[in-house]
């Protein structure tokens, strides 16, 4: 072999030993061979639709949310499908039925479609750490069977507003922490001696609700469903306690019966500055901005057996059969994270779910949602777990709202119309039960 072809045969090795050597280098850098991450343009590009609706403020901070996410996660498109609360449920049904569900739907029903639910258990790392999280008395309305089914967003809760002006005429204080909170008792005379001393007509006003009336029957210890939710409770004797209480404070005066006998709205009677206190959700922090004629405040509620509010709000549901399932998975967690979640209730001026979120340095109301946190933080979760039956309560809820005005006219005692509500519980879990 001559020097000349000798020297070609050297140079050819030379190129291919680089191209080699450069190859592999490529692979390292991309991580595909060494056990890196990939990139994120490599990540496979996916499109998740959320199905949201919106009360107020907060679905201009999703957006802002979102658009966070993907920047950091480019291979990711958030597709929000907005639509109005009445229609979310039929909306959803339809997408599902057609065999298109949307990756992840903000939810206030969780339990209508626990069936179709992603569930998130594998995909959280550890279920308890996660649930940790999140406040206790919550955890019904997202874990069913051990699965967790959706992810809290945030909450909801019963309290007490009241009037400073009356309060203070009256000279009379309010509990100034959760060690000195009255007994039902003690809160009523309280409230007497403010219209007696303060001025005011009315001692309480109490929204027209079920959902709300359940404030006191989880307080003096009652439940509308039995803990397993085979049977009803709502005419124990602590919920027929509770019901009776409930007609005193009409029959002496304390409360207004053309609230729950006819139909004045209780937010314009306690914005006329006329009434001492009113048993409302936190939501009317932000309705009652405006009020100029009288300071008003949050205060905690009175106990019986135990404390308790009625938790509510909205969850994050990822859902069956969409192909990306872990995508979704991974937008759920980011959504639950604390600095997320923070920001997230923060803006839009709702309660956290997170224990770690209790005082958030909102706009407006920052002691009254600290109020609000803390009467979620000692609420039983037998609330949670009677509200949570959506299959089951708004089949009753009606005819206990009905139940509840009989007895307060005298129809019917407090008894006779829990046992009435009793029978139609029984019958509407046999029904489903069938």
């Not at 680089?18 to 994120?40: D, F, H, P, V």
Request: hydrophobic share 40%; with cysteine; proline share 3%.
């Amino acid at each position: 072999m001559n020097n000349s072809v000798r020297s070609a045969l050297l140079l050819l090795f030379s190129i291919m030993l680089t191209i080699s050597l450069a190859g592999c280098s490529g692979k390292n850098a991309e991580g595909s061979s060494s056990g890196g991450q990939e990139t994120a343009d490599a990540k496979k590009q996916v499109t998740l639709d959320f199905l949201w609706f919106t009360d107020g403020i907060e679905g201009d901070v999703i957006k802002e949310v979102i658009a966070d996410y993907q920047k950091e996660n480019s291979h990711v498109k958030i597709n929000l499908v907005e639509v109005a609360y009445k229609d979310l449920l039929t909306k959803l049904r339809t997408m599902i039925s057609g065999g298109k569900p949307p990756a992840l739907a903000r939810m206030t029903d969780t339990g209508l479609f626990v069936n179709q639910a992603l569930d998130l258990t594998p995909y959280v790392g550890d279920a308890d750490s996660f649930i940790s999280q999140f406040v206790d008395s919550i955890k019904p309305y997202y874990v069913v069977d051990n699965a967790i089914i959706a992810s809290p967003m945030d909450l909801t809760a019963n309290g007490m507003i009241y009037n400073k002006t009356l309060f203070q005429q009256a000279g009379v204080q309010v509990p100034a922490s959760q060690e000195d909170i009255w007994t039902w008792d003690e809160f009523t005379a309280a409230v007497k001696q403010v219209m007696e001393k303060g001025g005011a007509k009315y001692g309480l006003v109490w929204d027209f609700t079920p959902h709300r009336w359940t404030t006191m029957l989880y307080q003096f210890g009652g439940s509308m469903l039995s803990e397993d939710g085979t049977k009803a409770a709502i005419n124990s004797p602590e919920g027929v306690q509770a019901l009776e209480y409930f007609i005193k404070l009409h029959e002496e005066g304390v409360m207004p019966k053309s609230v729950w006998l006819g139909s004045e709205n209780p937010n314009n009677l306690f914005r006329s500055g006329q009434v001492a206190v009113h048993l409302a959700g936190n939501w009317m922090i932000s309705n009652y901005k405006d009020i100029d004629n009288f300071e008003w405040g949050i205060t905690y509620m009175p106990k019986q057996e135990i404390r308790s509010s009625v938790p509510g709000g909205k969850y994050v549901m990822g859902f069956k059969g969409t192909g990306v399932e872990e995508a979704t998975a991974e937008f759920i967690q980011y959504l639950s994270s604390k600095e997320v979640n923070g920001k997230y209730n923060q803006e839009s001026l709702f309660i956290s779910p997170r224990k770690d979120s209790v005082k958030l340095d909102y706009a407006f109301g920052k002691e009254m949602f600290e109020v609000f946190a803390n009467e979620l933080a000692n609420t039983t979760p037998l609330a949670a777990n009677d509200w949570s039956k959506q299959e089951i309560v708004p089949k009753f809820s009606t005819d206990l709202k009905d139940h509840i005005i009989e007895a307060i006219s005298g129809k019917t005692t407090a008894k006779e119309a829990l046992d009435k509500t009793a029978r139609l519980i029984d019958k509407v879990i046999s029904e489903q039960e069938k």
